[in-house]
């Protein structure tokens, strides 16, 4: 039986006496893509930030593969980060100095490997290519998030976190960008965690997890026991 990828147990979260979430317990294989939603305010980017130890929680534990993160610390969560996770931020978080072909090839640069040719590649894929030498500022913001797209797919993580990845853009653009998240963890086997609240993108999920302040619910599940249980 293949190992998850990643691995979640009764993670919570507080802010002073507020709870934020708690009881969440999930877990994804490797090549799988699963899309978290829930109510506005419930916690869904703050749990993205948690699985790619940016942010702390309270109880329960995180583990990629074989690596617990509970018990590092923010220095070696940074380098784990760095060649294991792509993260596709809300807000883009591009560079505004560097071009859009220095952005996406920003995490090659980092692990010292840079490769051109891929880079050119990627920015095909999201519908960028011949657009690499010009600033951010000169971009649209559904252009700026196809930059943070292939920015996470660039090194071609073994996890993929995507925070609202198609909120900004058109329908159109919007289903190539998920054709190119998808394609990603089919190809390279990453587990792919999207949280939104685009019905269109859950749609494309393997699974659908439904986050509340008390824990996390398999939508799924509860479709196949309701087409399952005899009348």
Known sequence: MTAPALQVSQLAKHYGD????????FSVAPGEFV???????VGKSTLLNCLAGLDHWDAGRITHSAVDLGPQ????????????????FQAFHVLPHLSVAQNVALPLMLLGRVDETRVARMLDAVGLLGLGERLPQQLSGGQL???AIARALIHRPP????DEPTGNLDPGTAARVMDALVAQTREHGAALVLVTHSE???ARADRVLHLTAGGIRDDNARSHAARTTPL
């Not at 507020?18 to 317990?25: L, Q, R, S, Y």
């Not at 923010?74 to 993260?87: C, I």
């Not at 996890?159 to 995507?162: D, G, I, Q, R, Y």
């Open 145 to 147: 998030q196809r930059v």
């Open 73 to 88: 610390s923010d220095t070696q969560r940074a380098l784990w980060r760095r060649a294991h996770v792509g993260f596709v």
């Open 35 to 41: 899309a978290i939603v829930g109510d506005s305010g």
């Open 18 to 25: 507020a709870t934020v979430f708690a009881h969440v317990t």
């Open 200 to 202: 269109a993108a859950a």
């Open 159 to 162: 996890l993929l976190l995507a």
